[in-house]
């Protein structure tokens, strides 16, 4: 069985062809068209979608070294994410669904990141065992999310305002990085003093997060920092990154916290964009090891939008039959 699997929701084109043994391929187009607007733009993303699609698809075919007359079934990112960028990717997989007279399935973006984790480079890898705990932390999403087994999840909190991601770019971009700024604080963080500024914590009750209120402390110490010393910014960029993303860290990590309090597992996971993060992987992982929990922290390649979690999605979804009608939909917004 060859699954292809195509991802379009945001703005990384990519296509990944598995099989029963494991992962054959994966490509990853990223859009560079964004970084002089500091975000992603909606309907330029859209347009080089289109752009990439067809020689994203073609690479990853030949990476995998089938053609695509060999290909069982098509997985594609049905939601939640940009509706131009999904209309794209959900277009192109019924196409050639209907072309190669192939079955369907469609995937929610937020499963594809948590089942991340069981994507396969060699057939005897090991996965997660369920019920584990993944920390879902992206651009657009920051999550603490149950796994129960591939199909069955529930979100025990989320963000109430920002995601984890945002609150990286928003403050980089205050620091004068380009976007996305999550990879630049992090390079500078490693050689900053994570102790020297101090930053608001939001105090909000049960596992729900937020960031906006970090957001605003990080704004106002800036500008009045500022006001006393026009170059505060360039004397304590390593330090400000640091101490952010030790914030960052500490509010996510003490709400990961109560939740294995209250949902003792054996496995915890992370997922998602910023889950490339050193600062984070080492926490989490130390969390784990503290605890005698099993740390699943994905290879940086699968933390990022790709199309090899969403091959790896639909191939649960498959093995249940459950196929995806050819009038179906994207959508911009769905739980998990
Ligand atoms: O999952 P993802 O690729 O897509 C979206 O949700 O859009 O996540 C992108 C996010 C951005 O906010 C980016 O700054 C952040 O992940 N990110 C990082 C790192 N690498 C990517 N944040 C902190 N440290 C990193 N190394």
Redesign the pocket.
């Known amino acids: 069985m060859y699954i292809l699997g195509i991802e379009s929701s ?3 084109t990519s296509a990944a062809v598995i099989s029963e043994e494991g992962l054959l391929s994966n490509v990853i187009a990223s859009q560079k068209v964004h970084e002089m607007y500091g975000g ?1 733009v909606p309907e330029l993303a859209s347009r080089a979608h289109q752009e990439n699609i067809v020689p994203v698809v073609a690479e990853a075919l030949r990476q995998a070294g089938i053609t695509k007359q060999q290909l069982s079934a098509i997985a594609f990112t049905r939601g939640p994410g940009l509706l131009g960028s999904l209309l794209v990717g959900t277009s192109f997989a019924k196409g050639l669904s209907i072309a190669l007279d192939i079955p369907l399935v469609d995937v929610n973006h937020l499963h594809g ?1 948590v089942l991340s984790h069981f994507i396969r480079k060699q057939p005897d890898d090991e996965v997660p065992e369920f019920p584990f705990i993944c920390l879902l932390i ?4 920051s999550q603490i999310v149950l796994a129960r087994s591939e199909r069955d999840m529930e979100i025990l909190g989320k963000t109430i305002d920002d ?4 609150a ?2 928003k403050c ?1 971009k205050l620091l004068g990085l380009p976007y ?4 630049h ?2 390079r500078l963080a490693a050689e900053g003093d994570s102790e020297k500024f101090k930053f608001a914590k939001p105090h909000i009750p049960g596992l729900d997060y937020s960031f906006s209120g970090l957001k605003t402390s990080f704004l106002y110490t800036l500008r009045d920092a500022l006001k006393e010393d026009p170059e505060f910014i360039e004397k304590n960029r390593a330090d400000l990154a640091a101490s952010l ?1 030790k914030t960052i860290i500490d509010i996510l990590l003490d709400k990961l916290g109560k939740a294995v309090k209250e949902h003792p597992v054996k496995h915890l996971a992370i997922g ?3 889950s ?3 600062g ?1 992987r080492k926490a989490v992982k130390e969390f784990c090891d503290k605890r005698g929990i099993k740390a699943w922290i994905p290879e940086r390649a699968f ?3 790709n199309a090899a979690m969403v091959a790896q999605a639909g191939y649960f979804k498959l093995l249940d039959k459950e196929y995806c009608p050819l009038d179906a939909p994207p959508y911009s917004r769905v739980s998990i």
Not at 138 to 141: A, E
Not at 180 to 183: H, I, R
């Open positions: 945001c703005d990384d992603v990141h992206s651009g657009g999403n995601a984890a991601g945002e990286f770019d980089a996305p700024g999550g990879p604080i992090d993303q998602g964009g910023v490339a993060n050193s984070v933390t990022t939008d």
